[in-house]
């Protein structure tokens, strides 16, 4: 469904991506890993549209995605889960999940009732300020409002950070739910080993801007994964 490949980003001189490559199949969960810095959260951004790209194609379903606005490649599919979560703090948990009717048609305006199956908080905190709301509940409005847009393709980046072990294993359900209705891409980044070996079908190991390496879940078992994602 997704295929990054030989993708080059720089911040002014730096060069922060160093041909990456990366693909996401739907009903898989493909995993981003490495230390603060490596450039997991500018890949995300260049995959969703919010940083332009030096070199190399980001494809989704075979179209070349990568000079489509952010709105545009929203509307193809691409429902993202940003770090920090930008949860508008002064809407109201219903109007936070209203955002993401902007580019739905007006019979598909509506909040999926998987919503509140996954996340039941949100139901009962519809009416609370989202900047009311607690560091996990808000990552829960986070990804509820990106699966109001009925996303093909679903990235996250690092969902469970700042949040409380309860919630983590929440967040972690849902993500098992979404991939295996097997629909879904899902693109995860994280620093939390043990939660991104338990979902990962796939993934990357990135230092310094670069993939050093990648494959399939047993390939999270070697030290040199875990001595990469070290803090
Ligand atoms: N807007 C920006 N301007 C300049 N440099 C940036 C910008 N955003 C990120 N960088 C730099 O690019 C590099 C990669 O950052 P990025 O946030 O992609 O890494 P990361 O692996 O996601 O780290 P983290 O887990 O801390 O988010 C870092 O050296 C960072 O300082």
Redesign the pocket.
């Known amino acids: 469904m997704l295929k990054v490949e030989n993708l080059d980003l720089y ?2 001189a ?1 060069h ?2 160093k041909k990456v490559s990366v693909s996401a199949e739907a009903g898989k969960v493909t995993c981003v890993l ?12 260049a995959i969703v549209g919010q ?1 332009p790209i030096a070199g190399g194609s980001i494809t989704l379903d075979g179209k070349e995605i990568s000079k489509l606005s952010t709105p545009d490649r929203a509307a193809m599919g691409i429902g993202f889960v940003p ?1 920090g979560r930008e949860v508008f703090p002064l809407l109201s948990v219903k109007e936070n999940l209203e955002t993401g009717y902007a580019r739905l048609s007006s019979k598909e305006k509506y909040v999926p009732q998987e919503v509140f199956d996954l996340f039941p908080v949100l139901k009962s905190m519809l009416r609370r300020r989202g900047g009311d709301l607690s560091g996990g509940q808000q990552q829960q409005l986070a990804i509820g409002r990106a699966l109001v847009t009925r996303p093909r393709l679903l990235v996250l ?2 969902p469970t950070e700042g949040i409380q072990p309860s919630i983590i294993k929440d967040i972690g359900r849902a993500i098992s739910y979404l991939r295996d209705k097997g629909d879904m891409a899902i693109v995860l ?1 994280e ?1 939390y080993f043990e939660f991104a070996r338990d979902l990962a079908d796939s993934f990357i190991l ?1 230092d310094r ?1 670069e993939v050093v390496a990648s494959g399939d879940r047993s390939g999270l078992d070697g030290d040199d994964v875990r001595r990469l994602m070290a803090i």
Not at 35 to 45: A, D, F, Q, Y
Request: proline share 0%.
């Open positions: 911040y002014g730096a922060t991506l490495g230390r603060n810095g490596v450039g997991k959260t500018s890949l995300l951004r940083r770090q980046d690092e980044v620093q990135m801007g």
